[in-house]
């Protein structure tokens, strides 16, 4: 079983739908981090959390860390949006190492 | 700032030939990571550096070799390529440890060795 587990792997919405992806991971962490790649394959960073919640225009994440879960929501979906969106966490221990989910491809329709 | 810079964007090498994949940033960034990315699986580490002349194993390792000569560049080194070396190797870099700091991508070399 992977550390990282990200659901569902594919999602097709609406223009204007409101967008939940979900993130659980096995491991002991001191840092989420929620990236999103591009169709052209560049990636940014989006969120880095520790708890709680962040928020940033349209995209809202937050985590749970005694249930080791993390959402990503996206409100009002625009057809930019499509890209696949990777959850990475931070382990507690090792140097410096990131461990990556497999990412959601998202795909918003008009 | 040009951010993450990584050339080239595109390779195709033979078995066995050997290539450098650069990779350079301006942020004065003191963390700088390689990781490949296969088709449908996540990043995979395959070296990090935490500050020039710093270089330690990641993940997957076997096959390339680094070095971290100055801050700004973090060269990744493959001797004898295989295919099993086809991938999309992203660079980033970091401020500090990616505890506190978020990582900058380059925008990736895509790699096919046949």
Known sequence: KNEVEQSPQNLTAQEGEFITINCSYSVGISALHWLQQHPGGGIVSLFMLSSGKKKHGRLIATINIQEKHSSLHITASHPRDSAVYICAVKGGRDTDKLIFGTGTRLQVFP | ?114
């Open chain 2, 1 to 114: 700032n040009a951010g993450v810079t990584q050339t080239p964007k595109f390779r195709i090498l033979k078995i066995g030939q050997s290539m450098t994949l650069q990779c350079t940033q301006d942020m004065n960034h003191n963390y700088m990571y390689w990781y490949r990315q296969d088709p449908g699986m996540g990043l995979k580490l395959i070296y990090y550096s935490v500050g020039a002349g710093i270089t330690d194993k990641g993940e997957v390792p076997n096959g390339y070799n680094v070095s971290r000569s100055t801050t700004e560049d973090f060269p990744l080194r493959l001797e004898l390529a295989a295919p099993s070396q086809t991938s999309v190797y992203f660079c980033a870099s970091s401020y500090l440890d990616s505890s506190y700091n978020e990582q900058f991508f380059g925008p990736g070399t895509r790699l096919t060795v046949l």
